[in-house]
C-alpha cells in the first residue's frame, strides 16, 4: 500500500552551507527539496556586512545545479564592530534576511562573535525599528556552567534581558534542545520563534555516548535528556507557529568529525524530509507536518509560502540514502537516524 501526502514546498530556515568545495558537494542535497534557506554566515572569516552577504549569495546560487528552484536567503554575522547602518542597509535591499549572534566561543567559527552585549545595542535597536529578526545560537560560554545547562541558563541571563532591552526585536531562537526553551517561546507575547532541528526530534545524549563515542551525532547545542527530545516532538507537532523547522544541517568532512577533538554538527539535508515524515506520522500528527515544514516559517519572516508542492510517499520497503556524500573536501557522513525510513520524496 502506497500513502501520499503532498506539501508546499517546504524551507530551511537554519542550514551551514560552506563555501568553495564543501559548498558544492552539499547544495544540491538541500536544493532537491527546500525552496529557501536561511544560511548561516559562520565561515571563516565570517559573513558580516552587507557586500560580504551578497557575494556570497553569488557563490551559491553560482554552485546551483542548473534549473533548481532554490533561493538562499542570507544573514550577516553579529559582531560587537557591526554597523547598524550597514545591517539596516542590507535588510533594505534584500541582502541579508537576518543577522545571527553567535556569543563569541559558543560553537563553530564563532570566535568573532559577541561577549559585551552592549556593544551591539544600537544594532539590536535598529533592527527593532525595521523588523529585521536576530537568529541566536542560545548557549551561554561560561566554562563554570555545564554543557547540557547553557542553554537554559541562556535564557535567564542572556535572552530575557536583551529581549527586555530592545522591545519590538523580533528573535529566533535557534535550534532549540530543551523543555526551557520550548517554555519559554510559548509564554512569549509576541517576537519570538524557535526552530527546532530534525535530529534533536530522533536523537538523546544517550545516542552520543552509549556503547561507545559516536562523533556524527555530536552538535552543539548538545542533545539533552530523552525529556527534551519528546518536549521537542510535542512542540514540532503541536501545530503552534512559532515552532518551524530550522535543520542546522552542518556538514563536516568525516576527517574533522572522527578526530581527537571532533567537529559539533549533523548532516541531516539529504534525509531530513523522509525522516520528519516519520516523527509526524509516529505522533500522529502527519496533518501538521506542512505547517512545520512549509507555512509557519514563512509567517515569522513575512514571507508568502511557496507555490509549488513536493510529494511524499510511504512506501513498503526502506528507502536507501546514501551513508555519505562525497564532496571535494572528503566524505560527509548523512545523518544516521537509527531505524528505517519508509517515506521518500517523490
Ligand atoms: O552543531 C553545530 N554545528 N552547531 C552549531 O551551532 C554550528 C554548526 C556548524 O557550523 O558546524
Ligand atoms: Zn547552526
Not at 551561554?140 to 530592545?166: G, M, N, Q, Y
Not at 526585536?169 to 530543551?178: C, F
Not at 563515542?213 to 547545542?221: A, G, K, R, T, W
Request: proline share 7%; aromatic share 8%; hydrophobic share 40%.
Amino acid at each position: 500500500m502506497t500513502e501520499t501526502l503532498i506539501l508546499r514546498r517546504p524551507d530551511d530556515w537554519h542550514l551551514h552551507l560552506r563555501d568553495g568545495e564543501m559548498l558544492a558537494g552539499v547544495l544540491p542535497e538541500s536544493a532537491r527539496h527546500f525552496g529557501r534557506a536561511i544560511v548561516m554566515p559562520n565561515l571563516v572569516p565570517p559573513v558580516v556586512t552587507g557586500r560580504q552577504a551578497s557575494a556570497y549569495r553569488e557563490r551559491i546560487l553560482a554552485a546551483l545545479p542548473e534549473g533548481a528552484p532554490f533561493t538562499p536567503l542570507m544573514t550577516l554575522y553579529l559582531t560587537e564592530d557591526t554597523d547598524p547602518e550597514d545591517v539596516t542597509a542590507a535588510y533594505a535591499n534584500g541582502f541579508a534576511m537576518a543577522v545571527k549572534l553567535y556569543p563569541a566561543g559558543a560553537t563553530t567559527n564563532s570566535a568573532s562573535g559577541v561577549r559585551d552585549f552592549d556593544k551591539v545595542r544600537g544594532v539590536l535597536e535598529a533592527m527593532a525599528e525595521i523588523g529585521m529578526p536576530l537568529c541566536v545560537h542560545g548557549e551561554v560560554t561560561d566554562p563554570k556552567v555545564d554543557i547540557f545547562d547553557r542553554e537554559a541558563v541562556f535564557i535567564d541571563r542572556v535572552l530575557e534581558p536583551l529581549r527586555r532591552a530592545t522591545p519590538g526585536l523580533r528573535v529566533v531562537m535557534e535550534h532549540v534542545t530543551t523543555q526551557e526553551a520550548v517554555a519559554y517561546v510559548r509564554a512569549a507575547e509576541s517576537g519570538l520563534g524557535a526552530t527546532i532541528t530534525t535530529h534533536h526530534l530522533i536523537i538523546n545524549r544517550n545516542h552520543i555516548l552509549v556503547g561507545g563515542i559516536h562523533p556524527h551525532y555530536y552538535c552543539l547545542p548538545v542533545a539533552k535528556r530523552e525529556l527534551h527530545r519528546l518536549a521537542l516532538r510535542e512542540a514540532a507537532t503541536s501545530g503552534d507557529a512559532r515552532f518551524f523547522l530550522g535543520t542546522d544541517s552542518a556538514p563536516h568532512a568525516d576527517a574533522a568529525k572522527e578526530s581527537g577533538c571532533g567537529c559539533a554538527g549533523c548532516f541531516t539535508a539529504t534525509n531530513t524530509l523522509s525522516i520528519l515524515a516519520h516523527v509526524f506520522e509516529e505522533m500522529g500528527r502527519l496533518d501538521r507536518l506542512e505547517g512545520f515544514t512549509s507555512l509557519h516559517g514563512p509567517a515569522f519572516y513575512g514571507l508568502a509560502p511557496n507555490e509549488d508542492r513536493i510529494t511524499l510517499t510511504k512506501g513498503a520497503t526502506p528507502v536507501a540514502y546514501p551513508a555519505k556524500i562525497e564532496t571535494g573536501v572528503g566524505p560527509v557522513t548523512v545523518f544516521d537516524p537509527g531505524f528505517p525510513l519508509y517515506w521518500r520524496v517523490a
